[in-house]
């Protein structure tokens, strides 16, 4: 049995860059959420108009890696104070998000958020919602630095926060 969790936290590219290293995921897909627009392309996203954001819909094996276990890697991963922006990325498409499958998801990410928040110095600016709609990105999207080569340069894995949770090596 899976499950399926949904985080925005900058440029998606180093998003799926990081879930993908996290024992327990199966799969990552970028794309787009939080937004109006039904089945939005990137360049509309980038534009301003859907009000989508970059997101990571990420499959996993809870009997491996819980959700609480992935937010907590969610809140290492990314400066989760800055308000539509990661790093050198600024949008309201590069917003910290997280959007929720269930209502167990959405109040776990509700607590673990007032967890978070003793570790921020500034106050936490990560909208949490419930999840109406997700579109896959287009393909050359999809494992972007395995494909092209890059080093992810917003993102880091936080190997600590794997290792200390108990999930052994990055895959």
């Known amino acids: 049995m ?5 985080f925005g936290a900058g440029c998606f590219w180093g998003v799926e860059w990081v879930f ?3 024992p327990g995921v199966l799969d990552a897909v970028s794309g787009y959420s939080g937004g109006a627009t039904d089945d939005p392309t990137y360049r509309e996203v980038c534009n301003h108009t859907t009000g989508h ?3 990571v819909q ?5 009997s491996v890696v819980t959700y609480d276990q992935l937010l907590q890697v969610f809140w290492a991963m990314h ?4 308000v539509n922006r990661q790093g050198p990325d600024v949008g309201d498409q590069y917003r ?3 959007l929720a499958h269930t209502p167990e998801q959405l109040l776990a990410a509700t607590e ?5 928040q003793v570790s921020f110095p500034r106050p936490i600016a990560t909208e949490i919602q419930t999840l109406t709609a997700f579109y896959p990105a287009e393909d050359y999207h999809q494992r972007y630095y395995e494909g092209n080569g890059h080093t992810p ?3 880091v894995f936080p190997a600590d926060v794997v290792a200390k949770l108990g999930l052994g090596a990055p895959a």
């Open 2 to 6: 899976t499950e399926t969790a949904t």
């Open 20 to 22: 993908r290293k996290v």
């Open 53 to 55: 954001a970059e997101v």
């Open 58 to 62: 990420v499959t996993f094996d809870p």
């Open 79 to 82: 400066d989760p104070t800055q």
């Open 96 to 98: 910290s998000v997280i």
């Open 112 to 116: 673990s958020r007032a967890k978070a």
């Open 153 to 155: 340069y917003c993102h």
